[in-house]
């Protein structure tokens, strides 16, 4: 059975930073991509970011880039999300998920396309 678990999230100040964790079991991160998804009270959930399978150079919502970094820890089975410059518009409970080995084109961004998701972790970024 696949079960992920983020952790890291929190409270921080306008332009603070956050680290959150996602844990894989049951399938491992070298051999399928992971996802980061976020969706804040009454908005639907939105793409983040995407690390595939080789480990190659993530990709990113606009919105995001330049400030969140996707990692991964192959032995542990863990990706992260740096996430700097924090703003209050990132508030919002974050997801990671997993699906496909392969996603064509930029499937890897919409959440239905993901089987298997983690319970979420809430951070609140206040101004």
């Known amino acids: 059975q696949v079960q992920l678990a983020e952790s890291g999230g929190g409270s921080v100040q306008d332009g603070g930073s956050l680290r959150l964790s996602c844990t894989t079991s049951?399938?491992?991160?070298?051999?399928?991509?992971t996802g980061w998804f976020r969706q804040a009270p009454g908005k639907e959930r939105e793409f983040v970011g995407y690390i595939s399978w080789t480990g190659g150079t993530p990709n990113y919502a606009d919105s995001v880039k330049g400030r969140f970094t996707i990692s991964r820890d192959n032995a542990k089975d863990t990706v992260y999300l740096q996430m700097n410059s924090l703003q209050p518009e990132d508030t919002a409970v974050y997801y990671c998920?997993?699906?496909?080995?392969?996603?064509?084109?930029?499937?890897?961004?919409?959440?239905?396309?993901?089987?298997?998701w983690g319970q979420g972790t809430q951070v609140t970024v206040s101004s």
């Open positions: 998920a997993t699906g496909p080995r392969v996603y064509y084109g930029t499937l890897y961004s919409i959440p239905s396309r993901y089987d298997y």
């Open positions: 049951g399938r491992t991160v070298s051999t399928y991509g």
